[in-house]
């Protein structure tokens, strides 16, 4: 059983900052990669952050310097700070695991960017 559990999601002005985080039901030493995808209505799920194992991370272009992906595997959770939130940010925010064989998806969590 792997369960992916995101959370942080929320309401926010433009420029402030949210922190999710997604726990993982297992040790996410098993895990090549981790990442951080996200869906506006109408819009094609898009890849905003990965880290891979030995701690490389790759982000999308338009998140650049603004987000930051960590994982922490003593507790099998991996973040997503995201600081200077911008309108077009706002969407469901999926949380991704992958083996080589697998891969897992969590529930989602809605981040919200509005005055």
């Known amino acids: 059983q792997v369960q992916l559990v995101e959370s942080g999601g929320g309401l926010v002005q433009p420029g402030g900052s949210l922190r999710l985080s997604c726990a993982a039901s297992?040790?996410?030493?098993?895990?090549?990669?981790m990442a951080w995808y996200r869906q506006a209505p109408g819009k094609q799920r898009e890849l905003v952050a990965s880290?891979?194992?030995?701690?490389?991370?790759n982000y999308a272009d338009s998140v650049k310097g603004r987000f930051t992906i960590s994982r922490d595997n003593a507790k099998n959770t991996v973040l997503l700070q995201m600081n200077s939130l911008r309108l077009e940010d706002s969407a469901v925010y999926y949380c991704?695991?992958?083996?080589?064989?697998?891969?897992?998806w969590g529930q989602g969590t809605q981040v919200t960017v509005s005055s």
């Open positions: 991704n695991s992958r083996t080589y064989v697998d891969q897992y």
């Open positions: 297992v040790t996410i030493f098993s895990f090549h990669t």
């Open positions: 880290i891979i194992s030995g701690g490389g991370t």
